[in-house]
């Protein structure tokens, strides 16, 4: 009984101690340079936002409502900043924003659901989404390998302009085609597969991932029927998961081909803090440094950009006279009221 | 009586404690500028806020409904019905949590009043079925020789049936707290709010730190309410 | 008291009725055992009674008055209930247990709880002891005794006891049987008592009513029960052996002061006495007794070979039973056959000891019967 009396005491002490210990620690330098940090000042709040009408809010995902080259850079950069910020999947913001849930909904370039919800991209003045071309990244071994796999693909890559994007995206989303459905057709209509596939080799085959969203499994798809008709053999590890688990697989050397985005590499896996918004230069960039450093190479990049963008319904954004993202910040800093 | 205070509050002072401490320390001691920006004390308060407004909501909701309805099906008019309700309810339990707040957000859109409803459903089940079996587990001796004794239907149910099935309500209200708590943090997903921002947020950036703050936290909510109930048993149920 | 006036019961979607066109009436104050195999309708015809089940056709008066037309739930507050699962409420202390009827009428706390003292030393658990227990805390004979103490505690005319005694062993049964015997001389309960028991029912009963099949065979006193049985059902039911049953019907007060008593040793009689005093006894033994009457154990004419001391008490071996003289003559023969000995001591209701009772003396009455 006294023991047990004690001991809680003795933890009490403890946790009080811990406490003002915890109360008493220097943040981290790193967090003190930071501009963005609200903990040590909260640039925002200077301006008055008393007049901000709390319908504003912003459907995001959880990635871009955090990261440097999401939303919290974005409204420094735009000087403005929403009533609130909902966060929540990926792949519903879209609908959210159709069913007027929020007025404002971020969301992904080329995803066909934006033509199809009759939604709008707002146009990005200040150039602040850095660039998200694409590219079929592939180990060096696996390239060493099957060399054709560069002229197999490069070609391929070079025809993926937005609109393309798009449309094979709407066909998954909207059309509810399977993706290898909408690969397969494009591919033929493309003439990169034909009726005459090559004789299929008995070499390694190449583990083909990618992540779990309608565009990516299509390109992952596109990727693997056009390396078989031309006799490389695959294995389709396509819908693996998030950015992180398949780019961790392929470091692993579990996957040995995906899609990946210049943009994504750049912050995400070779940890830059600052976006670079020429495409080239972002490329060149990426690939340089991924060689180097994990012994990855990027392939050439699509002509489309898969960059985050701000979407509204557009018939708000007639209404409203609004097709730029300052149009946005001006609207909602000079207390219009939300749509 | 220094032995009751000691369990019934201290224990979970104690652990709030423990959570305050987690937070401070994690607010006050940010690995980077990402991390520091996720975990604010104002984030934190509101991931707390929403994360226990949709547990009690939901809860309060669940325990009502599920032992209103528990005790409706345990009627012996009512009892195949029971049995049959009681079958439906086993198999909703094993739909994933995930699944049925992605079917209600298909249904009902989003935001915390969806995902509260989501969580209202998930949760009812147990408190449901763990009704009607502690209701019709009593024993029919017990039950007939209170009627023989002059007791009617509803002091029946009321001194006899529902202090015998506390227990085992009660071990379904824990059940039913423990997937609550786990499901809450999916209703993020559908902008649901709660400590599922920190994780799924924290998960995306791959920042350990907001991952581990996030689960910790609401791991010691779910830790808390469970303890305060298993004491409430305790100190309730006397003559097992 | 009670009277059962051609009274049936048919469950919904059973073929035969499970009771048909009984006739019975109960004296007040007789304990009326239904007695009969099992499934015959015992237990229906005694849930009639306080409207558990319904008759299908017939009457039933509870002092003259139509039950049937009475309010079930204050019928049955006057009417104690102890069925042989004993139904205690195991989330309520004995003390609760006891006290639910009280309860159910708001009687107020002072009565209730006196009343509940009273009943529990009735039933012999002592209330400072067993008030704040649980059931699980008990054994089987003393629930058995919970169960009879909250069908008493509100002093009801009428208590109707479905093989109230079925759940404990015969040893325990059997001092049950007579404590409830001995309980019921003082308070004169008009009982409805169900057994399928024949030896129980003649122990207890004042009038039996042997059941077959839904059906009423004979109502008699257990006398003319065993010296006239109706059929060859009845017969049989009370057996070939019927000499040795009325051994139930008599208690062995009513003997004891024929037999031949063996007068006891007091514990300080010198050894020459107590020698004399066994060789003058039919059993070759002597019974001891302590200062205030009190049984202290028995010497045998080997006990004295050992030499181990001057006076009675330091010869003594202890008795492993004894019996109470308001037991039965069953009772004593039990007991007997349990030790494996042709005596058994005799004590009264205060402990002391009243006599010895022999396997002759047993004999003797089975053969005066004849
Ligand atoms: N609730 C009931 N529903 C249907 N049948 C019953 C019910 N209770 C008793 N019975 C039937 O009635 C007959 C008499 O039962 P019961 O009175 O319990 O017999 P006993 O007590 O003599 O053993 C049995 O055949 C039994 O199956
Ligand atoms: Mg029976």
């Known amino acids: 009984m006294i023991m047990k009396r004690m001991l809680v005491m003795f933890l009490m002490v403890m946790l009080v101690a811990g406490s003002l210990f915890a109360i008493g620690c220097e943040p981290d330098e790193e967090v003190v340079e930071d501009p963005l940090d609200p903990v040590d000042e909260e640039p925002v709040d200077e301006e008055p936002p008393a007049e901000v009408d709390p319908g504003w809010v912003f459907a995001t995902d959880h990635e871009y409502s955090i990261r440097d080259d999401g939303y919290p850079g974005l409204q420094e950069l735009y000087g403005f900043e929403f009533a609130d910020v909902v966060t929540m999947d990926l792949g519903i913001t879209y609908g959210a924003l159709r069913d007027g849930d929020v007025p404002v909904a971020m969301g992904f370039a080329t995803d066909g659901r934006i033509a199809a919800y009759e939604l709008v991209n707002l146009v990005d003045d200040k150039q602040f989404h850095p660039v998200y071309n694409c590219s079929p990244v592939v180990r060096e071994e696996t390239l060493e390998m099957y060399p054709e796999i560069a002229d197999i693909l490069n070609p391929i890559a070079a025809a993926l302009d937005a609109d393309t994007m798009s449309s094979l995206n709407m066909q998954v989303d909207i059309e509810e085609y399977l993706p290898v459905e909408v690969a397969e057709e494009w591919l033929m209509a493309e003439g990169f597969i034909g009726d005459d596939p090559a004789d299929m080799g008995d070499g390694e085959p190449v583990v083909v991932g990618s992540k779990e969203f309608t565009e990516q499994l299509t390109l992952g798809q596109i990727a693997i029927l056009a390396l078989e008709y031309n006799g490389i053999p695959t294995v389709d590890e396509t819908g693996l998961g998030g950015t992180v688990v398949v780019r961790e697989a392929q470091e692993r050397g579990d996957v040995d081909l995906y899609w990946e985005y210049t943009g994504t590499a750049l912050i995400t896996h070779l940890g830059y803090d600052e976006a670079i918004t020429d495409p080239e230069e972002c490329y060149a960039l990426v690939a340089e440094e991924d060689l180097e450093r994990y012994g990855l190479v990027w392939l050439d990049y699509t002509p489309f950009d898969n960059t985050y963008t701000i979407m509204m319904r557009q018939a708000d954004a007639d209404e409203l006279g609004i097709t730029t993202i300052s149009d946005l910040a001006e609207a909602i800093m000079s207390g219009v009221p939300a749509p | 009586m220094l032995q009751n205070l000691y369990k019934l509050v201290l224990v979970p002072l104690f652990l709030v404690i423990v959570g305050v401490v987690i937070v401070i320390y994690t607010v006050n001691n940010p690995t980077d500028g990402l991390v520091a920006r996720m975990l604010t004390y104002d984030n934190v308060i509101r991931a707390l806020r929403e994360h226990l407004m949709l547990m009690l909501v939901s809860m309060i909701g669940a325990i009502t409904v599920g032992v209103l309805v528990g005790i409706m099906l345990s009627r012996p008019s009512l009892y195949y019905l029971g049995r049959g309700v009681e079958n439906v309810v086993n198999v909703g339990q094993t739909i994933p949590s995930l699944a049925i707040l992605a079917l209600f957000f298909t249904w009902l859109g989003l935001g915390f009043r969806v995902a509260v409803f989501a969580l209202f459903l998930y949760s009812i089940l147990p408190i449901l079925r763990n009704t009607f079996a502690g209701i019709t587990s009593v024993d029919d001796s017990i039950i007939e020789s209170a009627k023989g004794m002059g007791l009617n239907q509803f002091r029946i149910l009321t001194r006899i049936e529902l202090p015998l099935a506390f227990p085992i309500i009660i071990a379904g209200i824990r059940t039913a707290i423990v997937i609550n708590v786990g499901a809450a943090t999916l209703a993020t997903f559908i902008g649901g709010g709660g400590f599922g921002d920190l994780i799924v947020t924290g998960l995306s950036v791959r920042r350990d730190m907001v991952i581990v703050t996030g689960a910790g936290l609401a791991a010691l909510t779910a830790i808390i309410l469970d303890y305060v109930i298993g004491q409430i048993e305790i100190r309730v149920v006397k003559w097992t | 008291m009670i009277k059962l006036d051609n009274v049936t019961k048919k469950f919904p979607g059973m073929k035969i009725p499970a009771v048909k066109d009984l006739n019975l009436e109960v004296k007040e104050g007789d304990v009326c055992v239904l007695v009969g195999p099992s499934g015959c309708g015992k237990t229906t015809t005694m849930k009639m009674i306080n409207r558990i089940h319904e008759p299908t056709e017939g009457k039933i008066y509870i002092k003259g008055e139509d039950a049937l037309k009475m309010n079930p739930i204050n019928l049955r507050l006057d009417i104690g209930y102890v069925i042989q699962e004993i139904g205690l409420f195991p989330h ?54 919970v169960g009879v103490a909250r069908a008493m505690v509100s002093d009801p005319p009428i208590m109707l006891m479905d093989e109230p005694f079925g759940a404990v062993d015969p040893i325990t049964r059997a001092r049950l049987q007579n404590e409830f015997l001995r309980i019921q001389e003082r308070i004169e309960k008009t009982i409805v008592f169900v057994t399928h028991d024949i030896d129980e029912a003649i122990k207890m009963g004042d009038t039996i009513a042997v059941m077959r099949e839904g059906k009423l065979i004979q109502h008699a006193t257990p006398g003319d029960l065993l010296s006239a049985p109706a059929d060859d059902f009845v017969a ?10 009325r051994l139930h019907l008599i208690r062995i007060r009513e003997i004891l002061d024929d037999v031949n008593r063996i007068k006891p040793a007091p514990e300080d009689m010198p050894l020459d006495d107590v020698k004399k005093r066994i060789e003058d006894s039919d059993i070759r033994s002597v019974i001891v007794v302590d200062r205030d009457n009190k049984l202290k154990g028995i010497i045998g004419v080997n006990d004295l070979k050992r030499k181990t001391g001057e006076v009675a008490g330091d010869y003594c071996q202890k008795i492993s ?36 009772i022999t396997l002759g003396d047993l004999l003797n009455v089975v053969k005066e019967d004849n």
């Open chain 3, 92 to 145: 309520m202390t004995i003390e609760e247990n006891v006290a639910t009827v009280p309860n159910e009428k708001k009687w107020p706390k002072d009565k209730t709880d006196k009343k509940v003292d009273e009943m529990m030393t009735l039933v012999g658990l002592d209330p400072k002891i067993y008030r704040k227990r649980y059931p699980s805390a008990l054994s089987g004979g003393q629930r058995q005794r």
């Open chain 3, 236 to 245: 049989d039911l009370v057996g070939r052996n019927r000499s040795i049953k």
């Open chain 3, 321 to 356: 039973d004894s019996v109470t003289d308001d037991a039965t003559l069953n009772d004593a023969l039990s007991v007997m056959l349990e030790m494996g000995e042709g005596y058994v001591a005799v004590v009264n209701e205060d402990d002391q000891y009243a006599g010895t």
